[in-house]
């Protein structure tokens, strides 16, 4: 796995509160867990975000509106 050194700023509280209650040697892979768990997050709302406007944008597409009305009638005829 290959690691990168960085220097963070946190708040004074979050840190002592951080290094009370997580081990000396537990501290660098807690951070990456959070932030790996963090990323995820992010990109699912992203995406989440991406779809919603794409489906906005399509639903104010009167071509594909008029498309899925002239398939609608499909829809209700009988295949038997």
Same mark, same amino acid.
């Given at each position: 796995m290959d690691q990168v050194r960085v220097? *963070?700023? *946190?708040?004074? @509280?979050?840190w002592q509160t951080? &290094?009370? *209650? !997580?081990?000396q040697r537990?501290?660098?892979?807690? !951070? &990456?867990?959070?932030l790996k768990r963090e990323?995820? &997050?992010i990109k699912?709302?992203?995406?989440?975000q991406a779809f919603a406007t794409a489906f906005k944008e399509a639903s104010r597409d009167k071509n594909r509106? @008029?498309?899925i009305q002239?398939? @609608?009638t499909l829809d209700l005829e009988e295949w038997g």
């Open positions: 220097n *963070l700023t *946190l708040e004074k @509280a979050v951080f &290094n009370r *209650l !997580v081990p537990m501290k660098s892979k807690m !951070v &990456n867990e959070l990323i995820e &997050n699912k709302r992203k995406e989440r509106l @008029a498309e002239e398939w @609608a």
